[in-house]
T-cell receptor, first 116, second 114 residues
Framework: AQSVAQPEDQVNVAEGNPLTVKCTYS??????LFWYVQYPNRGLQFLLK??????LVKGSYGFEAEFNKSQTSFHLKKPSALVSDSALYFC??????????????FGTGTQLKVEL | DAGVTQSPTHLIKTRGQHVTLRCSPI?????VSWYQQVLGQGPQFIFQ???????GRGNFPDRFSARQFPNYSSELNVNALLLGDSALYLC?????????????FGSGTQLSVL
């Protein structure tokens, strides 16, 4: 069974400072990794994904993530945080199902709070 | 273009009742997935449908069922509701069921079971 861990329930950062939201994974085979963001009373929005290739993945709104196979990590980063980045962030791993479909296994989420 | 739409947005039921949640995918998307998000946790996979066929089922009891219609919209049904079924139910759509394909989520249906 695959699993995703987000060790921090909350991350606080000052606006303009770099931010990192941590994620580690446990999967069999090649990992398919995603980051989604959830704003209050909204569904999840896709930020970026890693399937194969360059270990540094660039996504929406200036976010990027670094895939590290040896550490089984996929940390989300942004060079300069904005107050509007405050939201709930989910890391997820994709898995192919025997019925031909696929599913995402999500971490428990990390609440990012960016303060002035 | 409209995104993924779900109805109703909020719902209150009592234990033992039945509920039907509805989802309309983005135009052109043929796959619909359902996820349950309990407060304080990440979403949990319930079902995936593609071209009206079930392509995956998560670890949920048989009280949970779903179907997909010819226009690719979908319904999630839950029978004999329990207090523990209280959650945000998210629908997500995608064009196909390709590995690594991103999902587009609706805003969800908040179900409260009293």
């Amino acid at each position: 069974a695959q699993s995703v861990a987000q060790p921090e329930d909350q991350v606080n950062v000052a606006e303009g400072n770099p931010l990192t939201v941590k994620c580690t994974y446990s999967v069999s085979g090649n990992p398919y990794l995603f980051w989604y963001v959830q704003y209050p009373n909204r569904g999840l929005q896709f930020l970026l994904k890693y399937i194969t290739g360059d270990n540094l993945v660039k996504g929406s709104y200036g976010f990027e993530a670094e895939f590290n196979k040896s550490q089984t990590s996929f940390h989300l980063k942004k060079p300069s945080a904005l107050v509007s980045d405050s939201a709930l962030y989910f890391c997820a791993a994709g898995r192919v199902l025997t019925g031909g479909g696929n599913k995402l296994t999500f971490g428990t989420g990390t609440q990012l709070k960016v303060e002035l | 273009d409209a995104g993924v739409t779900q109805s109703p947005t909020h719902l209150i039921k009592t234990r033992g009742q039945h509920v039907t949640l509805r989802c309309s995918p983005i135009s052109g998307h043929k796959s619909v997935s359902w996820y349950q998000q309990v407060l304080g946790q990440g979403p949990q996979f319930i079902f995936q449908y593609y071209e009206k066929e079930e392509r995956g089922r998560g670890n949920f009891p048989d009280r949970f069922s779903a179907r997909q219609f010819p226009n690719y919209s979908s319904e999630l049904n839950v029978n004999a509701l329990l207090l523990g079924d209280s959650a945000l139910y998210l629908c997500a759509s995608s064009e196909h069921v390709l590995t690594g394909e991103k999902l587009f989520f609706g805003s969800g249906t908040q179900l409260s079971v009293l």
